[in-house]
Nanobody
Framework: QVQLVESGGGLVQPGGSLRLSCAVS????????MGWYRQTPRNGRDLVAT???????KYADSVKGRFTVSRDNAKNTMYLQMNSLKPEDTAVYYC??????????????WGQGTQVTVSE
């Protein structure tokens, strides 16, 4: 069974940084389309970044130049480095895995979410 576990959220001041982790178990994540999303009561769940193995990373315009996705295939873990954080980045952040990529009926898995709060 595929499981995703996020960690690394917390409270940070505007301009600060955080790094989120998403550990994937039950499958090698290289065969999935991976992504980071965030959810607020006002905006619902929005895409932050997404990638498939071998393809480019696509970022939401609101985070381009500030957020960076990376991955460690050996650890089956992906990361979201968030710099220059703004109060509007406050949200629950989720990692997502859709796949396997070769499947005609891909399944979307979600982690439990981690809260990021940007405030003085």
């Amino acid at each position: 069974q595929v499981q995703l576990v996020e960690s690394g959220g917390g409270l940070v001041q505007p301009g600060g940084s955080l790094r989120l982790s998403c550990a994937v178990s039950g499958t090698p994540f290289v065969i999935y389309t991976m992504g980071w999303y965030r959810q607020t009561p006002r905006n619902g769940r929005d895409l932050v970044a997404t990638f498939s193995d071998g393809g480019p990373i696509k970022y939401a315009d609101s985070v381009k130049g500030r957020f960076t996705v990376s991955r460690d295939n050996a650890k089956n873990t992906m990361y979201l480095q968030m710099n220059s954080l703004k109060p509007e980045d406050t949200a629950v952040y989720y990692c997502s895995a859709i796949g396997p990529n070769y499947s005609k009926n891909p399944v979307n898995y979600w982690g439990q979410g981690t809260q990021v709060t940007v405030s003085e």
